[in-house]
């Protein structure tokens, strides 16, 4: 069946209940960061993801009805396109409050290294890489982490980056995006 809602919000919006609330309202289990921890093959294939290599999004998810917060939302726009019947749910909070709830818990992931080969140090890999490559590689300064995290939530994006769609975000509802100089994009995921 695929994917019925692709999640959008980063981590630190509020997706733990939107997990929760996703699971009983589709009546099946919604993938989240919770959902990778101690899993080394999806810890891998995230990795590799966040390198340019991603899965086959259909046979990775299956099982799941909805996905929300990282790593997924970095890779919203590719879920959409493999589930193009799935409805595209974006979580956001004000940047100066998400940027001091991410800085303490999921960018503290910096902060801890874990033995080579474990686990834990192949979670930071992989952490690092997609806050790297589809977030920006200045991550943990807290003026580029909240530019790139409005890039996400405001103006043009999600949408308007992807589809050249029409904003839903209040400020610029109803302008199309193509005549807003300053639709922000996140960084180019390098394919190989």
């Known amino acids: 069946m695929g994917l019925q809602v692709v999640g959008a919000g980063l981590g630190r919006t509020g997706t733990l209940s939107l997990k929760q609330a996703l699971e009983q309202l589709l009546d099946g289990p919604c993938y989240h960061m919770m959902e990778v921890f101690g899993k080394r093959d999806a810890i891998d294939t995230w990795h590799r993801a966040s390198k340019g290599q ?19 939302a970095a890779f919203w726009d590719e879920l959409a396109e ?55 590689a200045s991550w943990p300064e807290e003026e580029a982490a909240k530019a790139a995290f409005l890039a996400t939530t405001t103006a043009c994006a999600p949408w308007c980056r992807r589809t050249g769609s029409w904003s839903t975000t209040p400020a610029t509802a109803g302008v199309p995006c193509a005549t807003r100089s300053a639709c922000p994009s996140r960084p180019s995921r390098t394919r190989t």
């Not at 991603?54 to 997924?72: C, E, I, Q």
């Not at 902060?111 to 790297?132: N, Q, V, Y």
């Open 82 to 136: 493999a589930n193009p019947d799935a409805v595209v749910l974006l979580s956001t909070r004000d940047a100066d409050a998400w940027w001091t709830s991410a800085s303490n818990t999921i960018f503290a992931v910096r902060l801890g290294d874990g033995e080579p080969g474990s686990d834990l140090e192949a979670h930071r890999a992989m952490a690092e890489a997609r806050f790297a490559n589809t977030f920006t």
């Open 54 to 72: 991603s899965p086959d999004w259909n046979t990775f998810l299956d099982g799941y009805v909805a996905t929300v917060d990282w790593p997924a």
